[in-house]
């Protein structure tokens, strides 16, 4: 298949069946939220993580895995959450990629009833271990940590999304996958996003990806276009992957005043609707704001 379209398996979906204690390809897990039972299916292995309901009225939320994977198979995972029929499905590898550190904004005001972990393919060759897992809950917005500024362009004008929280006091690369919370307009066939540096921060941008989700809960990825820095020019091609080499943004107060912006373009397919999409910046940011 295409590496511009990828459909999710059935499998993502909550299996019917009773759980079983953790066992088999997933050599051990670890979490200090709730109790993990998996459940094997015929060529998929899904591990639940139940998370006790907090007593806030009002929050954001932010959830954070940390996980070594190897192996042949696709890892997906999946949030659900109290009260509500959404669910957020999210691609955390199609490859092996090593240890990794991963953040995602869950849904306002919301909190996280469980979280599937999918190993789909080859299961008998993966392997996947879970250092850290947790959902952290504020009564206000964003975090302390170092950022840049999501920006969607609506067809108007561009409406801020909020901060994209990469800070790493070590500057490892963190991935951050946020759900729009506004819809992008096609222009041109273009949806137009605007990453700006907080002015307190500076970050080193390694990848960005922007993936459409269809009413059947398809996740097609949208390739990337165009990447102007709005100092340093054309930067596409150092954002396309994940490797060593990154685009630094500067905020303004380490620019003479004036914060660095990224203006980013992905391909928008004609004749298709996308019920939501989710943004991806993996990258680091070692100052806090």
């Known amino acids: 298949m295409a590496a511009t379209e990828y459909e999710y398996p059935d499998q993502i979906h909550i299996p019917q069946g009773q759980g ?3 066992s088999g390809n997933l050599n051990s897990f670890r979490n200090i939220d709730g109790d993990v039972v998996h459940w094997r299916g015929t ?16 929050i954001s939320g932010q959830l954070k895995v940390v996980y070594d994977y190897t192996g042949s198979s696709y890892l997906f995972m999946v949030i659900t959450y109290y009260g509500s029929s959404a669910t957020d499905p999210y691609t955390l590898a199609s490859y092996p990629v090593g240890y990794k550190t991963a953040t995602f904004t869950t849904r306002p005001n919301l909190e996280v009833l469980f979280v599937q972990f999918v190993v789909f393919g080859s299961i ?22 170092g950022c840049p500024i999501l920006s969607v362009f609506d067809g108007v ?3 801020e999304e909020g901060l994209l929280d990469i800070h790493d006091p070590e500057g490892n690369d963190i991935i951050n996958q946020h759900v729009l919370i506004n819809s992008p307009a096609a222009i041109n066939n273009r ?16 990848r960005v990806e922007l993936w459409g989700k269809l009413s059947n809960n398809r996740m097609i990825k949208l390739p990337l276009k165009s990447a102007i820095h709005s100092e340093e020019g054309h930067v596409k091609s150092l954002l396309k992957s994940s490797d060593d080499k ?3 943004a500067l905020g303004a107060d380490h620019n003479n005043g004036i914060s660095q912006f990224i203006d980013l373009e992905f391909y928008a397919p004609r004749h298709i609707e996308f019920v939501e999409f989710v943004f991806v910046i993996e990258g680091n940011n070692r100052f806090e704001k």
């Open 20 to 22: 079983e204690q953790l």
């Open 43 to 58: 060529n998929s292995i899904t591990v639940y993580n139940f998370f006790p309901q907090p007593s806030l009225s009002t």
């Open 124 to 145: 008998e060759k993966a392997h996947l271990w879970i250092d850290y897992l947790g959902v952290k809950y504020t009564s206000g917005g964003g975090s302390g940590g």
């Open 157 to 159: 004008q561009y409406q």
């Open 246 to 248: 990154k685009v630094e």
């Open 191 to 206: 949806f137009q996003l605007r990453l700006t540096e907080h002015p307190k921060t500076i970050s080193h941008i390694d």
